[in-house]
Nanobody, 122 residues
Framework: QLQLVESGGGLVQPGGSLRLSCAAS????????IGWFRQVPGKEREGVSC????????YYSDLTKGRFTISRDNAENTVYLQMNSLKPEDTAVYYC???????????????WGKGTLVTVSS
């Protein structure tokens, strides 16, 4: 059974850092694009970052470029999202999602984790 499990969320002060993990089971990540998305109540889920399958091309939203870094550890079958210089507006539930090979938007992702809450507050 294909499963994604996020971890690493929590409470952090503005300017701080967190590293989120997306652990996969039931399939190997290297053929899949893995995206990170986030959602706050009352708003649509938005893309944060993505790493494509096969060649590992990375993508970032304008809001996170330069602060967040996505990476993949095939040996651990895990994708990470390193988040630095966090801002209160980064507060959200963060989800990882998968689809074969190519990164895409929310509607095209096939498999989803249940999310992990990130709260940026002093």
């Amino acid at each position: 059974q294909l499963q994604l499990v996020e971890s690493g969320g929590g409470l952090v002060q503005p300017g701080g850092s967190l590293r989120l993990s997306c652990a996969a089971s039931g399939f190997t990540l290297d053929n899949y694009a893995i995206g990170w998305f986030r959602q706050v109540p009352g708003k649509e889920r938005e893309g944060v970052s993505c790493i494509s399958g096969h060649n590992g091309i990375t993508y970032y939203s304008d809001l996170t470029k330069g602060r967040f870094t996505i990476s993949r550890d095939n040996a651990e079958n895990t994708v990470y999202l390193q988040m630095n210089s966090l801002k209160p507006e980064d507060t959200a539930v963060y989800y990882c999602a998968a689809r074969l090979i190519y990164c895409s938007g929310v509607e095209a992702m096939n498999y989803w984790g249940k999310g992990t809450l990130v709260t940026v507050s002093s």
